[in-house]
């Protein structure tokens, strides 16, 4: 049986309102969008690594990373646009090139560096052992105490306040961290979303759930960058 062709997909838009050039700022050393070409590219299972990007410096950074550049339309990288268009017109462009459709899609995003090669194969792997059409990294949140206001006050949502119980008994939820997606394409054509069908969850630590938004996250994605990660290889 043919093995299925898996690609990486990485957006990378060029306006940044919490910091400025976010995705090539330097972070441990290399540009941070280089991270999640690396880790992409060390992959047993992807084939090939794309960015697409409005801007030309990213895809030059991205280019020297080893990725391939998508050239993203002007309307598709606004402060409105969703990410799900933008990965439609790259798909669009893979499939219309030499090296035609994907199969399986990769989506990484750049402002979630806190993961490694293996975790991707390990993802990928659930992917095709579940028969799943789309996919989702997380954590597992086992003892989070989350309210609302609702019209009548405050309101316990995850648990009962009125009677907690021990943290043993609580059910888990599932946080959607952001940092790893896979689909196959005819699931985001079908419903402009990058999850659909079978949906299966991927889990990995709460410390990989950290991503790059603000200035003040700079600081915390790098200690555990270089605690968790870079000291580990």
């Not at 043919?2 to 940044?16: D, E, F, Y």
């Amino acid at each position: 049986m043919k093995a299925p062709r898996v690609i990486a997909l990485i957006p990378a838009r060029g306006g940044s309102k919490g910091i400025p050039k976010k995705n090539i700022m330097d972070f441990c050393g290399k540009p941070l969008i280089s991270w999640s070409i690396r880790q992409a590219a060390g992959s047993k299972y992807i084939k090939d690594v794309y960015v697409t990007s409005d801007d030309d410096a990213i895809l030059k950074v991205s280019e020297r990373a080893g990725a391939k550049a998508i050239k993203r339309p002007a309307k598709l990288a606004t402060d409105t646009s969703s990410t799900e268009d933008a990965l439609l017109h790259a798909i669009a462009e893979i499939e219309s090139g030499p090296s035609g459709a994907a199969d399986i899609v990769v989506f990484l995003q750049a402002t979630s560096p806190l993961r490694t090669s293996a975790d991707i194969d390990k993802a990928i792997r659930l992917f095709i052992s579940e028969k799943a059409d789309s996919l989702f990294s997380g954590a597992v949140l086992d003892d989070f105490c989350v309210w609302e206001y609702a019209k009548a006050g405050l309101k316990s949502m995850t648990f009962d306040h009125r009677n907690r119980g021990r943290r043993q008994d609580r059910k888990p939820y599932y946080l959607e961290n952001g940092s790893i997606y896979i689909f196959k394409p005819a699931i985001l054509k079908k419903h402009r979303n990058r999850l659909g069908g079978k949906i299966v969850f991927f889990g990995m630590p709460f410390w990989k759930s950290y991503e790059i938004d603000k200035a003040e996250d700079v600081g915390i994605c790098g200690y555990f960058m270089k605690t968790g990660i870079l000291k580990r290889k």
